[in-house]
């Protein structure tokens, strides 16, 4: 009897632990990936936001960060032009520092796309690293 006890605990205490380390997943996962995303690259972020502030002047980055998008790593900024409607957003390559693309988007264009996303991507999945409002 007192071996069916210890085995009904342990098993009582697994599952708690089960259930904790399911509810940190998600952010740890988030984490990890970010992390991997960085050893990836050859080009640090200062030197992208400087390429792509470069690219439009008299811009603020509204958003940013590291991403995989068609199989290249990039990093991916709207910029914020003051007196212009829309962003732009600026896609720098992780590995060479030069400008992949460079799109207007209007202000109906990115909240289409930050509701396309929204729906897209479950509330767990891991998103890519973002940075809010910098100015260099």
């Known amino acids: 009897m007192s071996l069916h006890r210890v085995t009904l605990a342990s098993l009582i205490s697994l599952a708690a632990l089960s259930a904790a380390s399911a509810q940190q997943a998600p952010s740890e996962k988030a984490a990890q990936h970010a992390a991997a995303l960085r050893a990836q690259a050859r080009v640090t972020e200062a030197a992208a936001r400087a390429t792509a502030l470069k690219d439009v002047p008299g811009g603020t980055i509204k958003e940013g960060g590291l991403e995989r ?3 290249k790593l990039i990093y991916s900024f709207d ?3 003051a007196g ?4 732009e957003e600026v896609q720098v390559d992780a590995s060479t520092g030069k400008i992949v693309s460079r799109e207007h988007e209007s202000d109906a264009a990115e909240a ?3 509701r396309d996303d929204a729906k897209a991507k479950p509330a767990t999945a891991a998103a890519p690293v973002r940075k809010p409002d910098q100015r260099l």
Do not use: N
């Not at 212009?84 to 962003?87: A, E, F, L, N, Y």
């Open 69 to 71: 998008e068609g199989g």
């Open 79 to 81: 910029i914020k032009v």
């Open 84 to 87: 212009r409607k829309g962003i």
């Open 112 to 114: 289409k796309e930050a």
